[in-house]
């Protein structure tokens, strides 16, 4: 909400404009048979979310729940805890981290007059305010329109930091819906035209990348594993980190020398999260298709996350919606200088076995991890050295064009060439090997 204050120096009068913070009841809905430490593990992580959205936590709310109200979601005897809870803290906005329909949170709001809203909502105004560039900020918009589009005859048609709710609102009109209605699927359609424009680009500098014939990985995990951390410390750059959720929307792709002299193409990728708005996996498909296009991928987990076996469930259940599933994987578990449930750990290891462990703020582990990430490498480039007759001069010019050359030597009996090679070139140069 946009509050006003005015004051007089020397006789001028100055308008001060304020920013109603989001002051918010977080409730998370615990479903037959699930586990405390897990309701407990979403309550704590809806809580960073409300942080990075910068709004303030005010009160929290777990609710026990055996059957869903399709008006409310959940019952009277919470409601009217609920109202309580908002009389008490003074608290404008209620947060659930179960997803709500459209009716539910028109009942809601008109229930309780206040802001209500659900864990899908609270990632899209994230990467609202942290998009940066003109793909990101295109893919954000799309996902924000087609979120409210269902959503027109709320109380609250969006949170905002500079627009708060009043109590007492109403609706338009069905006339003015109407035209909201339109105004909106306009929108959606203008920006996929954009976003169309945009992601060909991006499929142009992909396919130039790919035609360097040099090996190319992804980095993928849950949002704050530290992805671009490892970045930074593969390729020595400095790539935007932060120890905030989502601080990564857009792609980042680096250049690393391998320790046997090889190169790598590695990019970072927007960190993933339960519940995922599907809104968000469409729109920014094409920056996550960074994984869909890579060589394999390189899954960092984080050993400090109170769910960490979750996590990686929900990574991998959104690369198999990419169609990365049977991509070939390093995993490699982050923080194990700082361990949450050394049980989960084990469990995670019990599922794949080759997972290395280490801390990239402790730099522990990264030599494994880079002998790892060679080895798989060389499963798509493989490292061979060849001696080439003076007059298969060809051969070596078919290398330039279409492998990557990483020592030549002009000799009296031939050439002597140690190069990455293309899978399909290998039978054919077979006889060269030395």
Known sequence: MITTKGYNIKGKKIIEIEEELTQAILVVIRESGEEERISEARLEELDSLVTTMEGVVVASLIVP????????????????????????????????????????????????????????????????????????????????????????????????????????????????????????????????????????????????????????????????????????????????????LFATLDPTTRQIQLPQGGKLLLSDTVGFVSNLPHQLIDAFKSTLEEARYSDFLIHVVDAAHPNMVGAFETTMEVLASLGCEDKKMVVFINKMDRVYNPQAVEELMALFPEAIKGSI??????????????????????????????????????????????????????????????????????????
């Not at 949002?223 to 790539?239: E, F, R, W």
């Not at 030599?367 to 060679?374: M, N, Q, R, S």
Request: hydrophobic share 40%.
């Open 65 to 244: 729940l055996r059957t869903i109200e399709p008006a409310t979601l959940i019952g009277s005897g919470k409601i009217d805890e609920l109202q309580e809870l908002i009389d008490e803290s003074g608290a404008n906005t209620i947060i659930f981290d179960h997803d709500l329909s459209p009716r539910a949170q028109r009942n809601l709001e008109r229930l309780l007059e206040v802001a209500v809203i659900d864990r899908q909502e609270v990632i899209l105004q994230i990467f609202s305010d942290r998009a940066m560039t003109k793909e990101a900020v295109l893919q954000v918009a799309l996902a924000r329109q087609e979120y409210s589009l269902p959503r027109l005859t709320r109380m609250w048609s969006h949170l905002s930091r500079q627009r708060g709710g009043m109590r007492g609102t109403r609706d338009a009109g069905e006339t003015q819906l109407e035209i909201d209605r339109r105004i909106v699927t306009n929108k959606i359609a203008s920006l996929k035209r954009e976003l169309k424009k945009v992601e060909e680009q991006r499929g142009i500098q992909r396919k130039s990348r790919r035609e360097s014939f040099i090996p190319t990985a992804a980095i993928v995990g849950y949002t704050n594993a530290g992805k671009s951390s490892l970045l930074n410390l593969l390729a020595q750059s400095d790539a935007f980190v932060e120890n905030r």
């Open 361 to 434: 703020k402790e730099e522990q582990g990264i030599d494994t991890l880079l002998e790892a990430i060679e080895e798989t490498t060389a499963l798509y480039y493989p490292i061979n050295r060849y001696l080439f007759p003076h007059s298969r001069y060809d051969l070596i010019s078919l290398l330039r064009g279409s492998g990557l050359i990483l020592s030549i030597d002009y000799l009296d009996e031939g050439v002597k060439i140690e190069a990455n090679v293309p899978k399909h070139l290998l039978s054919r140069l077979e006889e060269f090997l030395i």
